[in-house]
């Protein structure tokens, strides 16, 4: 859990540093704002006022308020960018179409920031920017753009924080409005001379605020963020500190990089460092990130970053920078909330378990393309033979059964709670995330007297979260535990005046008019809010009553979360627990999530992707030939894509009303499982490789390896069988002459292997025999152990 973000980005990472012949002193990171001024060409701001010309953001007379926005010269987590120095001004951002921007002079880059945003209201949407360099090479960079307004107020996660509304034309439109800042690394290896934009899209269209870049070949630094742990007893925040080398990558050699040892501490007044962060190799180009454990953080106090080589000898100094103390009391308001982030067990987890069942796994019934768990609201949509659901229903049902007659069915009497958490423990997640309630409002817990629509009171007559949390706790104690909410509720007519788009509240009328016209909704008890006397008692009862690690929230909407967060994190601090809320409870989250959607480049926020083991569906669809399912091959590589990229994989499985895992989808887990079994150490704990997830130019008719490192290893995944006892990787690695590289089989790490790198293009070629190579399914996975001088 991140109590607090402190960005203290350093480096300094020369010849005579490296060697250790004087103590140094650390940089702040530099950036260098791009002026956009020649290539503006929207305006995306306007003033309540009416100031200035008027904007046109989206194409539709949509605006920013003005008065939400920074300008001038303006620092984000130490970067600067150009921004107008009013936006009631002209043209203020950078509408894509084609653009190029030339840089005054060829520039060693080492990283790239963008402040943007996406027109749109949908998924995030690829923009790909061309790099063109001196050397007449070019490089693509794929930003996903997260768009400037989403219903429902979900995905907040900004850099300006939320802007509370937008303009429509004349009118407010209360959907809060973000810009996003992301940054990407750059191959340095020639000097990059312009930027190409991205032609210009019919929709979510992507628009440019400010580009910043950080040169190679300078003094530099990192950014923390501040989690707690308990480290030996005493709990302590946990600073990230991020050191670059900005050389320029062609220079790689044991002279330009981290070869040994290196600690790294922060000392100021009354702080103490407990635990330090080591970081054992670090070559040009590249960036390592460390936890540094700390106590004695006050809130005026300072301090400053201290490396110390392999002889404990005091080699280089930050400058000091603010402190801020540990929280140990959140309070339910922006400011406090704001300071929390992912815990380190979440970060180190990298894959867990979703669970879709309910009483739609009863008619476990979609067309493709469609959920199954929707089946009460698609089953109106529309009421008639063209709608699929419908006909199906009516098929298979007849026209007098509703969708409330399939409580008594999900009975959950195979439901064996030690056979689901070790099944999760053998397929290698570590954590599940259990659905509790979904659009339907039927929850599996007790909810208590805010409603009886529950398994305790029907159905099963079971109280279904606290069997399997506490089962988990009790026989599985290092799986984490977490609980999917459903904000809204369809069809129940207490949510009606807080009801918008697919959620309206209201009961939902009958989809074959025969009597009565409005279908019940079973177990409703009289409230007189659904928000204060449903919605926050049932979140907060998981959170304290059930002990809920992951609260994973669907759909946002009106809410209480602000309130729910702050009881759900003193509620876990008092227990000596970190906890984690995702985006969509409608404040301010700690990862984002993609659904059956990955990024195809590095994001530098957490992020999680959730995929149904079903191509098209969370809940149970038993129209779908288990055939399509997701096999090992499709998980271990769609995880660890995910984990290259830095993000979570959160896969679903749907039970049978009954509770079973059928067979396909265990066996599908297991074959995963078995492969983590003995490659897990290039998933767990593991992080992204700062320069790229992926080899850009892989062997013709093969797939690109992927990339993932820790403190002693890299980790090379190929994802095309190798063939010719070659693996080749098209991208200059942090593999030094002396290092080990190993391939991680069933049967345990292969002897050492040869291989060799072309000094002028930095290809690496790894020789591995077939029959070791024959060995292994689904990805073929290559560890560099780092050699220590």
């Known amino acids: 859990m991140a109590i607090q973000t402190v960005f203290l980005l350093f480096s300094g990472l020369c010849a005579q540093f490296l060697t250790g012949y004087a103590a140094t002193a650390l940089s702040e990171y530099p950036s260098q704002a791009?002026?956009?001024?020649?290539?503006?060409?929207?305006?995306?701001?306007?003033?309540?006022?009416?100031?200035?010309?008027?904007?046109?953001?989206?194409?539709?007379?949509?605006?920013?308020?003005?008065?939400?926005?920074?300008?001038?010269?303006?620092?984000?987590?130490?970067?600067?960018?150009?921004l107008p120095s009013s936006w009631d001004g002209n043209n203020d951002n950078v509408l894509a179409n084609g653009q190029i921007l030339r840089l005054q002079k060829p520039t060693f880059v080492h990283e790239l920031h963008f402040l943007y945003a996406g027109d749109g209201t949908n998924v995030p949407v690829l923009s790909v920017f061309t790099l063109n360099f001196a050397d007449n090479t070019s490089h693509q960079v794929n930003l996903y753009a997260k768009n400037w307004w989403v219903w429902a107020n979900v995905n907040r996660a900004a850099i300006h924080h939320v802007h509370p509304y937008h303009f429509e034309k004349t009118k407010k439109n209360l959907n809060a409005t973000n810009i996003f800042e992301w940054s990407t690394s750059v191959p340095s290896e020639s000097p990059l001379?312009?930027?190409?934009?991205?032609?210009?899209?019919?929709?979510?269209?992507?628009?440019?605020?400010?580009?910043?870049?950080?040169?190679?070949?300078?003094?530099?630094?990192?950014?923390?963020?501040?989690?707690?742990?308990?480290?030996?007893g005493v709990r302590a925040q946990a600073v990230e500190v991020t050191l670059a080398n900005l050389l320029p990558g062609f220079t790689l050699s044991r002279n330009t990089s981290i070869t040994t040892p290196h600690t790294i501490e922060l000392v100021g007044s009354g702080m103490q460092t407990v635990s330090t962060g080591i970081i054992n190799r670090l070559v040009p180009g590249d960036q390592a990130r460390v936890d540094v454990f700390v106590t004695g953080s006050t809130a005026n106090g300072s301090a400053r970053v201290q490396i110390r080589d392999s002889s404990g000898s005091v080699i280089a100094t930050s400058a000091d920078f603010p402190t801020s103390p540990l929280v140990e009391n959140y309070t339910p308001d922006q400011d406090s909330l704001s300071m929390h982030e992912t815990p380190s067990w979440w970060n180190a987890a990298k894959y867990g378990i979703f669970i879709h069942w309910g009483v739609y796994s009863t008619p476990a019934f979609a067309p493709p393309t469609r959920y199954a768990e929707w089946y009460d609201w698609d089953i109106r949509q529309p009421p008639n033979a063209?709608?699929?659901?419908?006909?199906?229903?009516?098929?298979?049902?007849?026209?007098?059964?509703?969708?409330?007659?399939?409580i008594p069915d999900f009975t959950a009497s195979k439901f064996n709670a030690s056979a689901w958490?070790?099944?999760?423990?053998r397929a290698g997640a570590k954590y599940f995330v259990l659905v509790t309630k979904h659009h339907d409002g039927f929850a599996l817990f007790d909810t208590g007297d805010t409603t009886h629509r529950?398994?305790?009171?029907?159905?099963?007559?079971?109280?279904?979260?606290?069997?399997?949390?506490?089962?988990?706790?009790?026989?599985?104690?290092?799986?984490?535990?977490?609980?999917?909410?459903?904000?809204p509720e369809w069809f129940n007519p207490d949510f009606a005046k807080y009801g918008f788009g697919q959620w309206p509240g209201n009961l939902a009328h009958n989809a074959f008019n025969v009597s009565p016209a409005l279908e019940p909704y079973t177990g409703r008890l009289n409230i007189s809010d659904y928000i204060e006397d449903?919605?926050?008692?049932?979140?907060?009862?998981?959170?304290?009553?059930?002990?809920?690690?992951?609260?994973?929230?669907?759909i946002?909407?009106?809410?209480?979360?602000?309130?729910?967060?702050?009881?759900?994190?003193?509620?876990?601090?008092?227990?000596?627990?970190?906890?984690?809320?995702?985006?969509?409870?409608?404040?301010?989250?700690?990862?984002?999530?993609?659904?059956?959607?990955?990024?195809?480049?590095?994001?530098?926020?957490?992020?999680?992707?959730?995929?149904?083991?079903?191509?098209?569906?969370?809940?149970?669809?038993?129209?779908?030939?288990?055939?399509?399912?997701?096999?090992?091959?499709?998980?271990?590589?769609?995880?660890?894509?995910?984990?290259?990229?830095?993000?979570?994989?959160?896969?679903?499985?749907?039970?049978?009303?009954?509770?079973?895992?059928?067979?396909?989808?265990?066996?599908?887990?297991?074959?995963a499982g078995a492969w983590l079994d003995f490659a897990g150490d290039c998933v767990y704990d593991t992080q992204y490789w700062f320069p790229a997830s992926e080899d850009p130019n892989p062997p013709t008719d093969t797939q690109s390896p992927r990339f993932t490192t820790t403190p002693t290893t890299f980790c090379i995944v190929a994802f095309s069988q190798p063939v010719g006892g070659k693996v080749t990787v098209n991208k200059r690695l942090p593999v030094i002459e002396g290092d080990e590289i190993v391939f991680l089989t069933p049967q345990g790490p292969s002897a050492p292997l040869n291989w060799t790198v072309d000094e002028k293009s930095g290809r690496l070629v790894i020789n591995v025999p077939e029959s070791e190579i024959t060995t292994v399914?689904?990805?073929?996975?290559?560890?560099?152990?780092?050699?220590l001088d």
């Open 34 to 82: 791009l002026p956009l001024a020649g290539i503006l060409n929207n305006k995306a701001a306007t003033s309540a006022e009416g100031r200035g010309p008027v904007a046109n953001f989206d194409g539709a007379g949509g605006a920013y308020d003005s008065q939400f926005l920074p300008t001038g010269s303006w620092e984000y987590d130490g970067l600067t960018f150009a």
């Open 193 to 232: 001379e312009s930027i190409t934009f991205p032609p210009r899209a019919t929709s979510n269209r992507m628009h440019v605020f400010g580009l910043s870049i950080t040169p190679s070949t300078t003094d530099a630094g990192g950014g923390p963020a501040l989690p707690w742990e308990d480290i030996g």
């Open 534 to 554: 449903l919605q926050l008692p049932q979140m907060i009862d998981l959170a304290v009553k059930y002990d809920t690690e992951i609260m994973w929230c669907d």
């Open 421 to 425: 958490v070790d099944l999760f423990d």
């Open 777 to 787: 399914d689904y990805a073929w996975p290559f560890q560099v152990q780092y050699k």
């Open 386 to 406: 063209s709608n699929p659901t419908w006909e199906h229903h009516l098929q298979t049902y007849g026209k007098h059964v509703i969708y409330d007659d399939f």
């Open 454 to 487: 529950n398994s305790v009171q029907l159905g099963p007559k079971r109280d279904l979260v606290a069997e399997l949390l506490q089962t988990a706790k009790t026989e599985k104690p290092d799986m984490h535990r977490g609980t999917y909410y459903s904000m």
């Open 556 to 671: 946002g909407g009106p809410n209480k979360t602000l309130d729910f967060a702050a009881t759900f994190y003193n509620h876990a601090m008092a227990q000596g627990r970190q906890v984690t809320i995702n985006d969509r409870c409608g404040t301010l989250p700690d990862f984002d999530t993609p659904e059956y959607a990955t990024f195809g480049s590095i994001q530098t926020a957490r992020w999680e992707s959730s995929e149904g083991m079903d191509p098209f569906s969370y809940g149970l669809n038993l129209a779908t030939n288990a055939s399509e399912y997701k096999n090992g091959t499709t998980i271990i590589q769609t995880l660890v894509d995910i984990v290259s990229k830095n993000g979570n994989f959160l896969l679903d499985i749907g039970p049978t009303a009954e509770g079973e895992i059928i067979a396909p989808m265990m066996n599908n887990l297991l074959d």
